[in-house]
């Protein structure tokens, strides 16, 4: 089983984002004990409910394995030096999507937690940063993040281990996942996106995305 440690935990409040907009994908590192709820860390928040946060998007985990890579496409931006910069909740080196199973449990602290779905890329990260095209990278190289459902509470503090317990849907790794729902690839797999659909791991309302999009795609 995979264990690695937890570089940073990270919270947010919203902010003026954009005109009127607020947003709390700017997450800042938080020390010492942080309870873990059914909707994640304490003092962590969203501002648009309706696509981030709730039980099946409790904690995001983006690797700062992937910073490295955003170093050369971007250059140096200042906000890559931050464990947060993604809006991310769990920062850590060594696990990344293709090792990451749909439905894999991980310890966190005392807290037991589950995968539940790949991050969908958003326009607040292009935005964030101040450079395009970063949404059509994340579509080409799978570097997306993940969620996790909280299973059972408990509380964490950065050092902690994120020890796995189970290995999940070994047929679905957070990366395939991904490429099926939101790649590049043509024409769409509809086979796949449907067997996706029964899969009881995934997110419902993603599950029911995915029935939405298969309706209303074109007969081949």
């Not at 942080?34 to 304490?42: D, F, I, K, N």
């Not at 030096?81 to 809006?87: C, I, M, T, V």
């Not at 894999?104 to 990260?125: D, H, N, T």
């Not at 991904?178 to 790649?183: L, Q, R, T």
């Amino acid at each position: 089983m995979i264990a690695t440690r937890v570089d940073a935990l990270c919270i947010g409040q919203p902010v003026p984002f954009r005109g009127e907009e607020r947003s709390a994908i700017g997450k800042a590192p938080v020390s010492g004990p942080v309870h873990v709820g059914r909707e994640g860390l304490a003092g962590d928040a969203q501002a648009d409910r309706r696509h981030h946060g709730g039980p099946d998007m409790a904690l995001h985990h983006f690797p700062l394995d992937h910073h490295a890579f955003w170093r050369e496409e971007i250059g140096d931006h200042p906000l890559l030096d931050l464990p947060g910069a993604f809006g991310t909740n769990i920062a850590t080196h060594g696990l990344t999507e293709e090792a990451v199973n749909l439905g894999a449990r991980y310890r966190l602290g005392s807290a037991l937690i589950e995968v539940s779905r790949p991050r969908q890329p958003c326009w607040k990260i292009e935005h964030r940063f101040g450079h395009k095209k970063m949404l059509r990278h994340i579509l080409n190289t799978r570097r997306c993040g993940w969620y996790y459902r909280v299973i059972e509470e408990g509380t964490v503090q950065a050092g902690d281990m994120l020890e796995q317990v189970t290995h999940g849907r070994e047929e679905w790794p957070v990366d395939r996942v991904f490429e099926a729902i939101w790649g590049i690839s043509e024409p769409m797999d509809r086979a796949q996106l449907h067997t996706l659909t029964q899969v009881q791991e995934l997110a419902p309302a993603l599950r029911d995305s995915i029935r939405r999009k298969l309706e209303n795609a074109p007969p081949r």
